[in-house]
Nanobody
Framework: QLQFVESGGGLVQPGGSLRLSCAASGFTLDYQNIGWFRQAPGKEREGISC???????VSSDSVKGRFTISRDSAKNTVYLEMSDLRPEDTGVYYC???????????????????????WGQGTQVTVSS
């Protein structure tokens, strides 16, 4: 079965850091653009960061400068390093893949993620004091 497995979420205080992992099962990540999404309670899923097949990372304005996306081909895993976390970062975080480069580059404009595939179960991030 082709899917992602997200991990690394948890409860963190404002200003804290977390590293999320997105491991692929059944396929290699090297030929896919990989995006991270966030779904806050009562809101639609929004794109926040994406890494292209050439390992160019882009982020939405809401997380730019605080979140960093990276890829480890040897581990077939994509990471999302999150720092300076804020309560508004709370939500379920998902990763998914797309073959469409423009969709990845404009990840900050993506809502829902219909052009992405292989969704996992997500990992919960809660930022609270």
């Amino acid at each position: 079965q082709l899917q992602f497995v997200e991990s690394g979420g948890g409860l963190v205080q404002p200003g804290g850091s977390l590293r999320l992992s997105c491991a692929a099962s059944g396929f290699t990540l090297d030929y896919q653009n990989i995006g991270w999404f966030r779904q806050a309670p009562g809101k639609e899923r929004e794109g926040i960061s994406c890494i292209t097949v050439d390992n160019y990372g882009v982020s939405s304005d809401s997380v730019k400068g605080r979140f960093t996306i990276s890829r480890d081909s040897a581990k077939n895993t994509v990471y999302l390093e999150m720092s300076d976390l804020r309560p508004e970062d709370t939500g379920v975080y998902y990763c998914a893949a797309t073959l469409t480069l423009s969709t990845c580059v404009y990840i900050g404009s993506v809502v829902g993620g219909r052009d992405f595939d292989y969704w996992g179960q997500g990992t919960q991030v809660t930022v609270s004091s």
